[in-house]
């Protein structure tokens, strides 16, 4: 048995997200984002770390030898524009501390930074090593940073993912459904609506005739969520649109609901044989299923919390993560990050009330899985 952990302060602990979140870096800005892994990466030399330079702005941190690590994953980017920081500030109010991306997830960062700089100073980095993963663009898919994610967690003997706990709980996360995204593009064919419009196609029509098509294919009670978000369609009033477009965000449980909902989305037909269908997207992020190896690393943390006084949650949740492409490649916990509320919201903010004990449990994981 180790002795129980002493909680870090928050004296500690804010500096050091005060200076993360000065660096506004939202997703596609990327010599901001660099800038925040900048100083990520001095961290993680301090204690040592072997640092790795990954195509896309991916960057990889290695403690120890790196025998099956612990694999570690954060995102740099946020979804908060530059000059959010003016109506927006970093500020501590009472127990809560504000700012754009503080909760989502520079908090997360900070917290893997001083787990790792707890471990250091008791001693050095457990069998097997840690590898700590900041990627760019979380926030906007994961598309140059996928494949990185994906390599290491086949490395790795488990994932744990700094994204914040459920909002206003101790919840970790121990499933998120897949989601994906379609763009359906109808052309039709264009005509006077006046003179000629039996000449005409309407893609708009069509559509329409559609959308209810989609829209079947939820199953709610099989947690398959579908929804046609956005539309576009028609140049002008008099005229037979020739062109109409939806996108279309679907959520998943399993990986067979999402082969499903792909399956009836590739086999949509138009009543009109002048208008032509035309399909783009796809599921993006599999589901994380809540499996037997995400619940053993759970009932671990849930141990650790006890031992440190408070008492963990778990829940599925609908959003995605980085978690999502790893948890079919090695055992993933989510969640793990900073205890708030109001991610991608303006009241976003941490609580530093509980802050200290989740830093806690991620080094006490870290020492054990
Ligand atoms: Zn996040």
Known sequence: MTS??????????????????????????????SRVMDVVEGWARALGAEVENLAGGTRSFQFGEQQRPALILT????????????????????????????????????SAIHALRALHASG???????????????????????????????????????EPPVADTHALKTGRKGVGSFVLTLHGVASHAGNKPEEGASAIAEAARLIPAIHALAQPEAGTTVSV????????????????TLEVDVRVSTLAEGERVTASMQALTSSDPRVRLELGGGLNRPP???????????????????????????????????????????????????????????HEHVRLDRWPQHVALLTELLREV
């Open 229 to 244: 978000g956005l539309i576009r369609g028609g140049s002008a009033v008099n005229v037979i649109p020739a062109r109409c």
């Open 75 to 110: 995102h740099a980017d946020t979804v908060w524009p530059q000059g959010t920081l003016e109506g927006m500030p970093f500020r501590v109010e009472g127990d809560r501390v504000y700012g754009p991306g503080t909760y989502d997830m520079k908090a997360g960062i900070v």
């Open 124 to 162: 050095g980095w457990p069998l097997g090593g840690i590898r700590l993963l900041i990627t760019p663009d979380e926030e906007i898919g994961s598309h140059s940073s996928r494949a990185h994610i994906e390599a290491a967690a086949r490395q790795a003997r488990a994932v744990l993912v700094v």
């Open 4 to 33: 129980p952990a002493s909680l870090p302060d928050v004296a500690q602990l804010l500096p050091d997200l005060h200076q993360l979140v000065e660096i506004e870096s939202p997703s596609g800005d990327a010599q901001a984002i």
């Open 288 to 346: 994380f299923e809540r499996g037997p190896q995400t619940l053993a690393l759970y009932a671990r943390a849930q141990a650790l919390a006890g031992s440190l006084g408070f008492q963990l949650s778990e829940a599925v949740v609908g959003g995605g993560s980085d978690g999502n492409f790893t948890a079919p490649l090695s055992p993933t916990l989510d969640g793990l990050g900073a205890p708030g509320d109001g991610a991608h919201a303006t």
